[in-house]
Nanobody
Framework: VQLQASGGGLVQAGGSLRLSCKAS????????MGWFRRAPGKEREFVGF??????????SYADSVKGRFTITRDDGKNMVYLQMNGLKPEDTAVYYC?????????????????WGQGTLVTVSS
């Protein structure tokens, strides 16, 4: 599976962005899909993930983004989205989508076998 994230850019604090993750070479309906980010000078950080539909298609988020970020999936289009509202300067990071073919997902990056190249989000104060 190849993943390509897009939609990053520069936004003012309080603004919104929607990131997209396009999958090819596989059917992401059978994958748990996660979003992670890496801020400058920091470790990669879990943002959230969405389970496969057979497991309810539910989502889980890091406390830092809960209530502001929403992950959705469109399995028919092989797409996953990260809607980010109420952006803060501390959300500035490169955002990565990831896929877990074992349908587990979760907060640990090592669970995910496939990664996109990342898209940069910059939030100005």
């Amino acid at each position: 599976v190849q993943l390509q994230a897009s939609g990053g850019g520069l936004v003012q604090a309080g603004g919104s962005l929607r990131l997209s993750c396009k999958a090819s070479g596989g059917i992401i309906g059978t994958y748990a899909m996660g979003w992670f980010r890496r801020a400058p000078g920091k470790e990669r950080e879990f943002v959230g993930f969405v389970r496969v539909r057979s497991s309810g298609g539910t989502t889980s988020y890091a406390d830092s983004v809960k209530g502001r970020f929403t992950i959705t999936r469109d399995d028919g289009k092989n797409m996953v989205y990260l809607q980010m509202n109420g952006l803060k300067p501390e959300d500035t990071a490169v955002y990565y989508c990831a896929a877990d073919r074992h349908r587990v997902g979760g907060v640990y990056p090592t669970t995910y076998e496939y990664w996109g190249q990342g898209t940069l989000v910059t939030v100005s104060s």
